[in-house]
T-cell receptor
């Protein structure tokens, strides 16, 4: 079942600006993951943050997790046109094998 | 590099046909998944498998079946295709029982049912 909900649904920024996307979820989790999907392609895993972590960095990506608010944010700093894609959060509930994906944020970065 | 390969990028079939979508992974992963992706609905899990010959229903299994005879291959079957099954189908795999493990996706099959 879908648990994560990204916000905003769509985001348009210029190159060099920062992009922030948010994800809210409903039940307790083992971890939360962020994925990117370029148009017409499959999803690519970006970063995973465990439930006992509060912040994680990978290159220009910064992810935060607030389990008390059941929310996460993905920050892309100094965005580039190549960052144009849809971004999905996915939660790994305690109960099973599968991930629950949100509906995604569509990011457009213009030169 | 890890690789999940879906047999077709684009596929056009007719209503009532039996349709097979194939997925192969070369990472010796235990878990494999089939999702469909529709605008405004995101990714929805159809079926997954955590071992050879094992399968579990996801959120929307109706109208679909799956087969996993070998560890590396997971097939999605549309028993009698209908127009509401026109969609993007994504296959994924992950190692071991999903404990802090990312999923690796294929590039998808865009299926049109006429």
């Amino acid at each position: 079942s879908q648990q994560g909900e990204e916000d905003p649904q769509a985001l348009s920024i210029q190159e060099g600006e920062n992009a922030t996307m948010n994800c809210s979820y409903k039940t307790s989790i083992n971890n939360l993951q962020w994925y990117r999907q370029n148009s017409g392609r499959g999803l690519v895993h970006l970063i995973l943050i465990r439930s006992n972590e509060r912040e994680k960095h990978s290159g220009r990506l910064r992810v935060t997790l607030d389990t008390s608010k059941k929310s996460s944010s993905l920050l892309i700093t100094a965005s580039r046109a190549a960052d144009t894609a849809s971004y999905f959060c996915a939660t790994d509930p305690n109960s099973g094998y599968a991930l629950n994906f949100g509906k995604g944020t569509s990011l457009l970065v213009t030169p | 590099d890890v690789k999940v390969t879906q047999s077709s990028r684009y596929l056009v079939k007719r209503t009532g046909e039996k349709v097979f979508l194939e997925c192969v992974q070369d990472m010796d992963h235990e878990n494999m998944f089939w999702y469909r992706q529709d605008p405004g609905l995101g990714l929805r899990l159809i079926y997954f498998s955590y071992d050879v010959k094992m399968k579990e229903k996801g959120d929307i299994p109706e109208g679909y079946s799956v087969s996993r005879e070998k560890k590396e291959r997971f097939s999605l079957i549309l028993e009698s295709a209908s127009t509401n099954q026109t969609s993007m189908y994504l296959c994924a795999s992950s190692p071991v029982t999903g404990i802090n493990q990312p999923q690796h996706f294929g590039d998808g099959t865009r299926l049109s049912i006429l």
